[in-house]
């Protein structure tokens, strides 16, 4: 007990918290419901709020701007019930000034996963334009995914999830379950895997997901990592590749919700990719890196993962290709730790659900 109060009252008094070897320091707080985040220089951040504002952050002063509520920018409007909203946020790698979105829009079909595209500059935003109102509109407000990454070639991936609906994710016909590639205009790559294909949706690259929260390309091995929420029980890392199926429902180690009875025919299964790592229970990860920094040199080449149900972030180590080992920091915290960015210099900084952003940064 006088350990626990010893932790209350040095977070109350410096925002201040060690350990091991990271020092965690809050630097901003008052936010709603922060979902991504994007450094645009080593001072200052911008932010999604899933409520649909986009916020500036000063990372010295801990001063926050409010850029534009996307919703007087949306035409047909912006569905922010349930896991929907404004999700998130990528500067363009050839363009600074660019930058890319993902949000839940409402359609006559229902809300769907979109990609956009606006500059700002300072704090104004201009020219909004959706590049892909994706097909995977349902009656549900479940499973948008929605990361965003960029390969060294001009192409864009984000990730959507089945949106609820299970069978979405091996129905080659529409978007939802899917991770896309795209050009960073919007358009569809000439070599894209099923681009001569006319009964698949050519924006796809792999299918198979449940509902893909971390998305990350290493620009070092050139090689798309993937985290997903599994059912009760499940989770899973996947390295993503082309026309991959990922088996999502027909493989799952996971079960049911409502039952003890596990979700899917196997757990792996001939002509479908296995994951390098599976989490039972679930940690529900919502956001993924792998970790090329200077400030923690012991996390170079490791995989990092917010965890929202455990509270955590999760650290793993990666050789040949599968995981080989797992740790667990910030735990005793209980934060549900939404987004995690890294800084030039390798400093770690995430947000959480309740509104906080924070630095991790060496305790040496």
Same mark, same amino acid.
């Given at each position: 007990?006088?350990?626990?109060?010893?932790?209350?009252?040095?977070?109350?008094?410096?925002?201040?918290?060690?350990?091991?070897?990271?020092?965690?320091?809050?630097?901003?707080?008052?936010?709603?419901?922060?979902?991504?985040?994007?450094?645009?220089?080593?001072?200052?951040?911008?932010?999604?709020?899933?409520?649909?504002?986009?916020?500036?952050?000063?990372?010295?002063?801990?001063?926050?701007?409010?850029?534009?509520?996307?919703?007087?920018?949306?035409?047909?409007?912006?569905?922010?019930?349930?896991?929907?909203?404004?999700?998130?946020?990528?500067?363009?790698?050839?363009?600074?000034?660019?930058?890319?979105?993902?949000?839940?829009?409402?359609?006559?079909?229902?809300?769907?996963?979109?990609?956009?595209?606006?500059?700002?500059?300072?704090?104004?935003?201009?020219?909004?334009?959706?590049?892909?109102?994706?097909?995977?509109?349902?009656?549900?407000?479940?499973?948008?995914?929605?990361?965003?990454?960029?390969?060294?070639?001009?192409?864009?991936?984000?990730? =959507?999830?089945? &949106? %609820?609906?299970?069978?979405? @994710?091996? $129905?080659?016909?529409?978007? +939802? *379950?899917?991770?896309?590639?795209?050009?960073?205009?919007?358009?569809?790559?000439?070599?894209?895997?099923?681009?001569?294909?006319?009964?698949?949706?050519?924006?796809?690259?792999?299918?198979?997901?449940?509902?893909?929260?971390?998305?990350?390309?290493?620009?070092?091995?050139?090689?798309?990592?993937?985290?997903?929420?599994?059912?009760?029980?499940?989770?899973?890392?996947?390295?993503?590749?082309?026309?991959?199926?990922?088996?999502?429902?027909?493989?799952?180690?996971?079960?049911?919700?409502?039952?003890?009875?596990?979700?899917?025919?196997?757990?792996?299964?001939?002509?479908?990719?296995?994951?390098?790592?599976?989490?039972?229970?679930?940690?529900?990860?919502?956001?993924? =890196?792998?970790? &090329? %920094?200077?400030?923690?040199? @012991?996390? $170079?080449?490791?995989?990092? +993962? *917010?965890?929202?149900?455990?509270?955590?972030?999760?650290?793993?180590?990666?050789?040949?290709?599968?995981?080989?080992?797992?740790?667990?920091?910030?735990?005793?915290?209980?934060?549900?730790?939404?987004?995690?960015?890294?800084?030039?210099?390798?400093?770690?900084?995430?947000?959480?659900?309740?509104?906080?952003?924070?630095?991790?940064?060496?305790?040496?």
């Amino acid at each position: 007990m006088h350990k626990l109060l010893s932790l209350i009252l040095c977070l109350i008094t410096v925002n201040v918290y060690a350990q091991n070897n990271y020092h965690l320091q809050k630097i901003a707080s008052g936010l709603t419901h922060p979902w991504g985040l994007q450094l645009i220089d080593d001072g200052n951040m911008l932010i999604t709020e899933r409520t649909g504002a986009i916020k500036k952050l000063d990372l010295n002063s801990g001063d926050i701007f409010l850029i534009a509520e996307i919703g007087n920018v949306v035409t047909s409007g912006i569905a922010t019930s349930g896991q929907g909203g404004l999700l998130d946020i990528a500067q363009s790698p050839v363009d600074k000034s660019t930058f890319y979105f993902t949000y839940s829009k409402n359609t006559t079909q229902g809300a769907a996963t979109t990609l956009a595209k606006a500059n700002i500059e300072n704090t104004t935003l201009s020219q909004w334009q959706d590049l892909l109102i994706s097909d995977s509109a349902t009656s549900t407000s479940r499973h948008y995914g929605s990361r965003i990454a960029f390969d060294n070639k001009g192409h864009l991936f984000f990730s =959507i999830g089945d &949106r %609820g609906v299970r069978d979405n @994710a091996q $129905n080659l016909a529409n978007h +939802a *379950g899917s991770i896309l590639r795209l050009n960073l205009d919007g358009t569809i790559p000439k070599d894209n895997p099923f681009v001569s294909n006319s009964e698949v949706a050519n924006e796809i690259w792999s299918f198979g997901h449940r509902n893909p929260q971390g998305l990350y390309f290493d620009q070092q091995t050139e090689q798309l990592w993937a985290i997903e929420h599994g059912p009760r029980g499940g989770d899973e890392i996947n390295l993503i590749i082309a026309k991959a199926n990922y088996g999502w429902p027909i493989t799952s180690h996971g079960k049911e919700y409502s039952s003890p009875f596990a979700v899917g025919e196997a757990k792996e299964k001939t002509g479908i990719v296995s994951p390098i790592k599976v989490y039972i229970p679930s940690i529900a990860p919502s956001s993924l =890196i792998l970790y &090329r %920094g200077d400030e923690f040199p @012991a996390l $170079n080449g490791k995989l990092l +993962a *917010g965890a929202l149900k455990l509270t955590h972030i999760n650290i793993i180590s990666i050789k040949d290709k599968k995981a080989i080992s797992e740790q667990r920091i910030f735990a005793d915290l209980s934060l549900r730790i939404r987004d995690i960015e890294v800084d030039s210099q390798g400093v770690i900084y995430f947000c959480s659900d309740n509104g906080d952003i924070y630095r991790i940064a060496n305790k040496d």
